[in-house]
């Protein structure tokens, strides 16, 4: 009893102070506009679930069950990526505010504490799930194909479905959460890119977000109606320009048989969030603050002194110091000195990466000579994106860096911060993206590939603007490594043309995409100046 | 030279009760005391005048310019030691105090002489090439006072500058005070009486937002004169001493404990008069006094 106690404090703190956030408004307002998207009207130009042939387009009449189970699959598939972000902090919190060293003086032990914030980050993600049911039956109304309302049939899916992924995610935070060198930035990218190319491959074995038992359900359905309905070709997701001359055929469909063995695949979800859970409790270090890397392994010698010892045998007698006074010269302000710092800082911190360490400069290097020696359609479609993936994390901290390290009271109350120290923070991200892009930069001028070139232009200076821009207005790294991640996957990975904002696609170039970006790049630069400016006012 | 704060109030977002009201000081050269318990508003009062936060109402201004209307002219000749900072741990001092200098906009030869004065008057020349992230509390302090010292500032804002320092620390910071005092603004915000009572020459108590008292450090203790009181009393009798007096020491000895009490009159029969009070004994003396007052 006294457990349960424990583990429900646990989840009410940790949701309160999660809910209680100005970020946690900002995802339920996207929540609710996702759970609108979904449920599209019947003239406009794209599709959520549907089937498709040359000619006519498939789909059920948005009653309870149609809305339920088609808004429940597209929020399980985008809240297993978007809510893996929103709750993995708690760890970090309690170890940010030094609370996790006060929780580890208590009896509470590291399995109790692992289950109760994946708990925690499960009600926060299911508070989430309740709004766009909500969202749903509002849409069912709203489109007014029937309007009777079955509370059973629009919710289950919902229950089914999504709860036990959410339960997941949380537990699956609080893992990496746990583990130092999935924290932090990291984690989010690790995350992201299981989630992008494993999960596919893995729906293929098990149906993980009971996307086929649903849509099979639907799909037979559909085939009693229309039998030239091909049930293999289905859409899932936002599709668009397939609505475009065919035919809307409409059929009604009443909802899933949730069989035994169909609940019993999503128990198994259940059990392995658990699992997960526990496991996230073993080899956790209880908010110990020493790093795991500087454990010394034997018996200290002798003459090793910590910092402290050192310090103190070689004072410096008082009588014997003296400050020597700045002339005006030496105060006037000189914008080189200020920029070289940030770029100092900014090297230091790429040497300094997670798992990657002082192997970052390496690669960074390593890309550079293959962007240059690499036939450039290679090297534009490959070593480009990958020379402006190495960084991310180093981008990510730009205009969050000051508030992450507790350093913002020192720089704002410098003079002119922000039109000096702003502005040079940006010019460093950018010689970033140009650095570890200069490889494929030169390959291009050597083939005498101008808009190559001008593409590559507008990417190196997009990326760092984004980065700054995305830091100072949500004061968190993960909102970039998030976005930007989904953006370069999507884009220049997946050959996405308008999203491919650094010229690996060779059509984005010919169709003048990079100049989308130049205008987007200003945009955002002009808005982190006003944030910064709002930042800097509003305390 | 002249920073004038008159009529500052400053309400929080979301807050019912105000940090500060009504608060009023002129300030000159030299070295200004600034004391107050906890949660009295000194922190803010400190930011209002680093132009971190702006005040609800009321006007602070540097040599007749509003600070909130051109922060950075007093930006420009500031030294600012917040209470609570943090520094890039990756960083060793030096990198961090070259980086701090080229935010200041210190010309780099300067910069690095004057980087080592500093780091020799804060005793961290050895460990300047170690990880911020390994430096203990104490260290991380230092290196705060370092950056606040770097431009050679005009205003100097230090805000609980002792705290985290060990009794070293502590002697080599008063040391340097003495060394700054001259033509520029020092103001030291704190709750330990004694940094104030070895470095300033100038006290303002501020309690629950508004100002209780402005004065010299002599006058204050004279208004203490004749009302701290000393006797001996058996351990037993401590807690009943200690909710019916103000207590300003104890100390435990072999006849017993030795307790020293600020009150108006007598507050035992054997009580006798103290020899000289201390600047913490007018300290609570007078947010005694003024208690009730206020917000």
């Known amino acids: 009893m006294n457990r349960l106690r424990v583990l ?102 590291n399995s109790a504490y692992t289950l109760g914030n994946a708990l925690c980050n499960f009600a926060v993600l299911s508070t989430m799930v309740a709004i766009v049911h909500l969202t749903a039956l509002g849409m069912q109304l709203f489109r007014g194909e029937e309007l009777a309302i079955e509370l059973w049939a629009l919710t289950a899916p919902f229950l089914v479905l999504v709860l036990p992924l959410m339960l997941l995610v949380a537990a699956i935070a609080v893992l990496f959460e746990t583990r130092p060198k999935l924290r932090g930035g990291v984690g989010n990218l690790v995350y992201a890119f299981v989630w992008m190319f494993s999960l596919p491959l893995f729906s293929e074995l098990f149906d993980l977000f009971g996307i086929m038992g649903v849509l099979s359900s639907m799909g ?52 392995v969030a658990v699992g997960v859970s526990l496991i996230a409790s073993v080899r956790f270090g209880h908010f110990d603050p020493s790093p795991e890397s500087k454990k010394i392994s034997g018996t200290p010698r002798s003459t090793v002194q910590n910092v402290e010892e050192v310090v103190e045998s070689t004072v410096v007698p008082l009588e014997e110091i003296r400050l020597r006074p700045l002339g005006e010269e030496a105060l006037k302000f000189r914008f080189i000195p200020m920029l070289l710092a940030e770029c100092r800082l900014i090297l230091k911190e790429l040497t300094m990466l997670p798992l990657v360490g002082m192997w970052g400069s390496a ?16 090297a534009r479609g490959i070593m480009l994106p990958l020379a402006w993936f190495l960084p991310v994390l180093v981008w990510s901290r730009m205009g969050t860096r000051e508030a992450r390290h507790r350093t913002d009271q020192l720089v704002f109350s410098s003079a002119n911060s922000l039109n000096r120290q702003l502005p040079a923070v940006w010019l460093a991200g950018v010689f970033l993206a140009m650095a570890t892009g200069s490889g494929v930069a030169l390959n291009s001028a050597c083939h005498g590939d101008w808009p190559g070139l001008l593409a590559w232009t507008a990417g190196a200076t997009f990326i760092p603007t984004l980065a700054l821009c995305l830091g100072v207005w949500t004061g968190s790294s993960k909102s970039f490594e998030f976005i930007y991640t989904l953006l370069w996957y999507i884009g220049p990975i997946n050959q996405v043309g308008f999203l491919d904002f650094m010229g690996a696609i060779p059509g984005s170039m010919e169709a003048g995409t990079w100049r989308l970006y130049l205008v987007l790049t200003a945009i955002l630069l002009g808005l982190a100046l006003i944030g910064r400016k709002l930042q800097i006012q509003r305390r | 030279m002249q920073l004038l704060i008159e009529k500052v109030s400053k309400r929080y977002r979301g807050s019912e009760s105000y940090s500060l009201q009504d608060l009023s000081l002129d300030i000159g050269p030299g070295i200004l005391g600034l004391l107050g318990p906890n949660g009295a508003g000194k922190s803010t009062l400190m930011r209002i005048i680093a132009t971190i936060t702006r005040p609800t109402h009321g006007r602070v201004s540097w040599n007749g310019v509003d600070i909130a209307e051109q922060p950075d002219e ?82 100097l804002i230090i805000d609980e500058p002792t705290v985290g320092l060990d009794t070293e620390g502590r ?74 007096h103000l207590l300003s020491s104890v100390v435990r000895r072999k006849d017993g404990l030795h307790v020293r009490v600020v009150a108006e009159t007598s507050p035992a029969h054997e009580a006798q008069l103290a020899g000289s009070p201390t600047l913490e004994e007018a300290y609570l003396y007078c947010i005694s006094t003024h208690r009730g007052e206020g917000a």
């Open chain 1, 8 to 109: 429900y404090a646990i989840i009410r703190a940790g949701y309160l102070n999660k809910v209680r956030t100005y970020r946690f408004l900002v995802t339920l307002a996207l929540t609710i506009v996702a759970g609108y998207i979904f449920v599209p009207p019947p003239t406009a130009d794209y599709v959520t679930l549907a089937w498709v042939s040359p000619t006519t387009l498939y789909r059920g009449v948005y009653n309870s069950a149609w809305i339920g189970a088609m808004v429940a699959l597209l929020t399980g598939t985008f809240l297993t990526l978007l809510g893996f972000y929103v709750v993995n902090d708690s760890v970090k919190r309690d170890e940010e505010t030094r609370v996790g060293q006060i929780i580890a003086t208590t009896p509470l032990s």
């Open chain 1, 220 to 271: 037979a359905t559909g085939q009693a109606m229309y039998p030239e309905l091909d049930q293999h070709k289905s859409i899932l997701g936002l599709e668009w320009g397939l609505t475009q001359d065919k035919a809307l055929a409409l059929f009604t469909w009443r909802g899933v048989n949730w069989t035994p063995e169909f609940l019993q695949t999503r128990l198994v979800l259940v059990g």
């Open chain 1, 363 to 378: 690669a960074a290097i390593a890309l550079v000579i293959t962007g240059l020696l690499l036939p450039l359609d290679m």
């Open chain 2, 74 to 155: 007093i930006r420009a000749v500031l030294g600012y030691l917040p209470q609570d900072f943090g520094v890039y741990p990756n960083l060793n001092a030096d990198e961090f105090l070259r980086y701090m200098a080229a935010i200041k906009g210190i010309a780099p030869k300067a910069a690095q002489e004057r980087i080592e004065d500093l780091l020799a008057f804060v005793n961290l020349l050895e460990a300047r090439k170690r990880p911020l992230g390994d430096y203990s509390g104490g260290m991380k302090q230092r290196i705060g006072i370092a950056q606040a010292l770097l431009n050679d500032p005009r205003v």
């Open chain 2, 171 to 244: 002697v080599r910071f008063r040391h340097l005070l003495a060394e700054l005092a001259g033509e520029r603004v020092v103001i030291l915000s704190t709750h330990i009486v004694s940094d104030v009572e070895a470095t300033a020459n100038d006290i303002a108590i501020i309690n629950r937002g508004r100002l209780m008292v402005r004065s010299s450090p002599e006058i204050l203790l004279q208004s203490v004169e004749g009302k701290v009181w000393q006797w001996v009393l058996p351990s037993s009798e401590l807690l009943a001493a200690k909710q019916r």
